[in-house]
């Protein structure tokens, strides 16, 4: 009966126009859901999941199996993974979950986190916490032995062929091999050699199930090089041509140590670029002819004012463009993960709708910790037609919906109504609603901050007595007692969930309570002065008067997330460097070093004392610590050449590569980042512009309506109906809330609404073209089907899916 239904609808599909064919399918659609909504299990499955092929279970053993690899796809749609890493085979499974368990991802991130840090234990290793060798040793090999088990499982389910293929998992399997031949050697031999490959390990790390952001903000790093590596080409040629005019200018100066060679000319241009040597290189010409400075004034208009900010607009050009195709991308992406999963979710009954029975299984499998409740509530949002059934086009929806928070409409009256609190509740809330309250609260700010400076300009013994009157004197306690009074009137009108749901509020109370700790730290222990910022921190509250200031913080709120992922990008960065440069530099001590050389004075040092300038010897690479903060001097670039030329007087001139690396590695990421800044601004101004309260309201927040009886209507049975029954009284209409964080991928929903459906609309136009024909794999009507690929070619058949 149901091949006779499947040519029906085949011969129709090639005999009417698309449009009418899905107009005849969404009716069909919509019949399917509603005929037998009450059924449960009597029904056929429609495709069987693969993870079951060959075992012997019941129907409803079956049926497990389907919500298990339909949450499997939810998964990997959400993570933004690969489905050719899916399992496609009960042999697959265990495997997979191991890896997949949410233990073993914290234990993946903690081997990859001893690995780092085993950097400070090792030979050139800090002090304090320096191991011996077979002591660290032994802890290396045993973090790479839990990141080999992760690959040894992979390989399990993924094989071979899938593995060759993953970029990611192949480097990470090359540098896994390496650290453990590596390990071996060091431990036998008690002792450490030359490994610049510990440079490597952030690759573990990066690889961990907790650094998503941190791999795509990377992504978006390799996407933005080619335009960036087209502007450094046209800056170095402009450096290298300014290189040569200058060594023919000024080599015959005899005072102008800056362009005695081709070499030395190269690098003071370089340097100029970051004008850390301005202008220093170009005085002693100076001093001999006024009309030298020509040169390296258009030097500098050319490199920096004109070539670096072209740089910045054509990365910010291509990081806009990227972050379109990402938001692209990863829609599509969890779009083909919701329509594999919608195969093994309809039934032969409905083989175009999924059930709510249906729908809870699937919801059991990917988030159990839902109640029934939040299933039922997610699946009437789903349910916009009201069949009963959801249609292929709702369930794509589903992952809006796994981000809603749902809440009774009544359970919006004040939280002290009918409560022992209420008199208490309404006096705070009418205090709060008092139309002069926040300018009372921002009065007192004000008072606290003429406090402060009449406080900072008071005379005092000493420094305890100065921080004392500053931070811990009676008005302190006034002014931070009154902010306490402001935040439990607040928490009482609004009740604790909602007044933390404000990030204002939540910085109003941490900062009260930190400024309140510090005075009673500053009390007990004088000599504590860091204590004294907490108080001066209420007063950025007065920022958020001015809408230029709310926009720059809303903005922060934005790239948060983004900022983390960069921040950590930076400090693999630096990792990477710091261990080449202990490798290459530490044996070099810079006391007294330079001697005849340009840089003589920044490193004179004696056992009695020492210049003012003679501190430059401790920028070194003699461990992890100290080799970050140089790396942190260089990246600020004022004066790094010092320190560029010292190494290159004691190991030589090529070690001045090293340095040049490193910075042009810093300006691109941080041009990256600059670029991430500035369109992140943009998206938010735009927004702000093209959305109204009540828009934003619509976007965040989501009503369902709904009573029992059709909660009957639509198959609720067993325990979902005993978990139903509390909230929903018969013959009574409820209302309920869902609401939505207000997140940048929100955002993007309503900013690219025009671009989603023209790529939706894409996607639908490409799948009219058939890539792929089923066949049935056997005579059991719960096999699954098998993908046979068109053409010739020969292609390997597997049991799987092809929507």
Request: glycine share 6%; proline share 4%; aromatic share 12%.
């Amino acid at each position: 009966m149901m091949r006779r239904f499947d040519k029906l609808l085949d011969s129709v599909k090639n005999a009417v126009p698309r449009r009418v064919y899905s107009t005849f399918t969404d009716f069909i659609d919509t019949r399917a859901g509603t005929d037998g909504a009450g059924e449960a299990g009597s029904l056929d499955m429609g495709s069987r999941s693969s993870l079951h092929t060959g075992l012997q279970m019941s129907e409803d053993e079956h049926w497990e199996m389907n919500y298990h690899e339909a949450a499997i796809y939810l998964e990997e749609g959400l993570n933004n993974e690969k489905f050719d890493s899916h399992p496609s085979s009960p042999e697959e499974l265990p495997a997979y979950l191991r890896v997949h368990n949410p233990w073993y991802h914290g234990l993946d991130l903690l081997a990859s986190l001893v690995l780092i840090l085993l950097a400070f234990t090792e030979d050139p290793a800090v002090p304090a916490f320096e191991l011996p060798v077979w002591a660290h040793g032994t802890i290396e090999l045993l973090a790479l032995t839990i990141i080999g088990v992760e690959l040894h499982l992979k390989l399990k389910w993924i094989g071979w062929s899938t593995i060759l293929k993953h970029k990611r998992t192949m480097i990470k399997g090359i540098t896994l091999l390496i650290m453990v031949l590596e390990a071996v050697v060091v431990v036998c031999r008690q002792s450490s050699h030359f490994r610049v490959t510990r440079a490597l390990r952030p690759i573990f790390l990066v690889d961990t199930r907790h650094c998503g952001g941190v791999r795509r903000f990377i992504r978006q790093i390799l996407q933005s090089l080619p335009p960036i590596l087209d502007m450094l080409g046209l800056l170095m040629f402009f450096v290298a041509t300014y290189s040569l005019l200058g060594f023919y200018l000024f080599s015959e100066h005899i005072d102008n140590g800056h362009f005695k060679t081709i070499s030395d000319s190269f690098v003071s241009m370089f340097v100029l670029l970051t004008t850390a040597n301005f202008p220093d290189v170009m005085m002693p010409s100076y001093a001999k002819s006024k009309w030298y400075a020509v040169f390296f004034i258009l030097y500098i208009i050319t490199v920096l004012y004109v070539l670096m900010n072209l740089m910045l607009a054509v990365v910010y050009e291509t990081f806009t463009r990227i972050e379109r195709e990402k938001c692209r991308a990863l829609l599509l992406h969890r779009r083909v993960a919701a329509r594999r999963a919608f195969r093994l979710l309809v039934s032969r009954r409905a083989p175009r709708a999924v059930r709510l029975r249906h729908f809870a299984g699937l919801i059991r499998h990917y988030a159990p910790h839902y109640s029934g409740l939040d299933v039922y509530l997610m699946f009437k949002q789903l349910n916009q037609s009201g069949s009963g059934g959801l249609s292929r086009a709702e369930f794509a929806n589903v992952y809006e919906v796994f981000a809603l928070r749902w809440a009774p409409q009544s359970g919006r009256a004040p939280w002290y109504s009918a409560s022992a609190l209420e008199p208490l509740g309404r006096a705070a809330a009418a205090a709060v609603r008092w139309p002069y309250f926040e300018y009372l609260i921002y009065a007192l700010i004000i008072g606290n901050g003429v406090s402060l400076v009449l406080r900072v300009c008071e005379a005092a013994g000493d420094l305890q007595d100065s921080a004392r009157l500053l931070c811990a004197s009676w008005d302190t306690w006034l002014f931070l007692t009154l902010f306490l009074v402001e935040a439990c009137l607040r928490m009482m009108a609004s009740g604790l969930a909602a007044y933390l749901e404000s990030g204002w509020n939540v910085f109003d109370l941490s900062v009260t309570l930190l400024a309140l700790m510090g005075a009673v730290l500053l009390s007990i222990a004088p000599k504590l002065f860091i204590v004294v910022i907490f108080r001066p921190l209420r007063l950025m509250r007065l920022y958020k008067l001015k809408k230029r200031y709310r926009d720059v913080f809303g903005t922060l709120v934005l790239l948060s997330p983004l900022m983390s992922s960069a921040g950590c990008v930076m400090l693999v960065m630096y990792y990477f460097f710091a261990i080449v440069g202990m490798e290459l530099f530490a044996g070099y001590d810079l006391k007294n070093c330079c001697v005849n050389t340009t840089v003589e004075d920044f490193y004179k040092y004696s056992e009695n004392s020492s210049t003012a300038l003679g501190y430059y010897y401790l920028n070194n690479f003699e461990n992890i610590l100290t080799s970050g903060v140089s790396l942190f001097e260089l990246t600020v670039v004022n004066n790094w050449f010092i320190l560029m030329n010292a190494y290159a007087t004691v190991a030589g001139q090529f070690s001045r590569l090293y340095f040049m690396v490193f910075y042009l590695f810093t300006m691109v990421v941080l041009t990256i980042v600059v670029a991430s800044v500035l369109e992140a601004f943009r998206f938010r101004i735009q927004y702000k512009r093209s959305t109204t309260k009540r828009d934003e309201e619509k976007l965040l927040h989501e009503e369902v309506h709904t009573n029992w009886e059709e909660a009957q209507r639509l198959g609720v049975s067993g325990d979902l109906a005993d978990e139903l029954r509390p909230f929903l009284p018969p013959g009574v209409d409820v209302t309920f809330i869902g609401s939505r964080p207000r997140t940048k991928e929100v955002l993007q929903r309503r900013m690219y609404q025009a671009d989603i459906l023209k790529w939706l609309s894409e996607e639908d136009e490409s799948e009219d073209l058939p890539p792929s024909t089923t066949v049935t794999s056997s005579e059991d009507p719960l096999a699954p089907p098998l993908i046979q690929q068109p053409d010739g070619d020969n292609h390997q058949i597997r049991p799987g899916y092809q929507l």
